[in-house]
């Protein structure tokens, strides 16, 4: 029974060992076509970690010649099979700039936003990364009205920019939450600047009467005309753009306690 054990075990290593030595013979060999040959049979068995090896290794000896495409494209490939989007991102890039004449040329740009977009992470993160896929996005769009990713890249583009409106939304709505009142009128004012469709519209404009109202209610008496006239004017806003709205009795009596608040301060 052990010694079954232990042939099994040497077994494995063996074959293990034979594997590796393998590779490693083809990477050491320095000689490129027998690299780029098994570099591209590791390829196409999606064995893309040992695929990117060799191609790094076939790079400079092929530069200039036919092969010099295909090696690019399939090299950025393993980044993005890999899992490694910003390095993916960066050599589809390369790939459109050097090769600008190539049938490939679109897809290498369409990846290269892709590739970001993948890096897109849930809205309460930092979106820098939507930000760069939705612009390579938008100059994909420009430079292939005709293509069929077109209808792709606005799909995803709108998706990203939902994702950075929430989190515009909430950063707004927290502000409001710990009382800084002013924070939360300038965040909720981008909201409706940044993303004129949004459909949070009627809300965002209720929550900044809301706001308006507690910040004026707070304020020392010498601050409160100013801040009361902002309310009203907020208030009524709100009220014509949305007469129908379940927010409308809540906006309608901060338009008339201003109204009413206004009036006596000026009086006195």
Do not use: H, W
């Not at 074959?15 to 013979?25: A, D, P």
């Not at 200039?64 to 589809?92: D, H, K, N, P």
Request: net charge negative.
């Amino acid at each position: 029974m052990q010694n079954r054990i232990l042939f099994s075990i040497l077994f494995f290593v063996l074959l293990f060992t034979g594997c590796r030595s393998e590779f490693e013979t083809i990477r050491t060999s320095n000689n490129p076509e027998q690299i780029l040959a098994k570099a591209n049979e590791y390829y196409l068995a999606e064995e893309y970690q040992r695929a990117q090896t060799l191609y790094e290794l076939v790079i400079a000896p092929f530069r200039g010649q036919a092969a010099a495409e295909q090696i690019a494209y399939r090299y950025a490939y393993t980044y993005y099979y890999t899992g490694q989007y910003v390095l993916a991102s960066y050599y589809f890039k390369q790939f459109a700039t050097t090769y600008g004449g190539s049938s490939l040329r679109e897809e290498a740009d369409f990846m290269s936003a892709f590739s970001n977009y993948q890096l897109s992470p849930v809205y309460r993160l930092d979106q820098s990364y939507s930000v760069q896929a939705i612009e390579a996005f938008e100059e994909f769009a420009n430079r292939y009205p005709e293509s069929e990713r077109v209808a792709q890249a606005n799909s995803l583009i709108d998706e990203m920019r939902a994702k950075m409106e929430l989190k515009d939304f909430e950063s707004a709505k927290l502000y409001m939450d710990i009382e800084r009142y002013e924070s939360a009128l300038t965040s909720f004012g981008n909201v409706l600047k940044d993303y004129p469709e949004t459909q949070r519209a009627e809300e965002i404009r209720y929550l900044m009467a809301k706001v308006q109202y507690e910040y004026t209610s707070r304020s020392f008496r010498a601050r409160k005309p100013e801040r009361l006239r902002v309310t009203i004017e907020l208030s009524e806003n709100f009220i014509t753009r949305y007469p129908d709205s379940p927010y409308v009795d809540e906006v309608t009596r901060y338009l008339n306690e201003s109204i009413e608040e206004l009036k006596e301060l000026e009086n006195v």
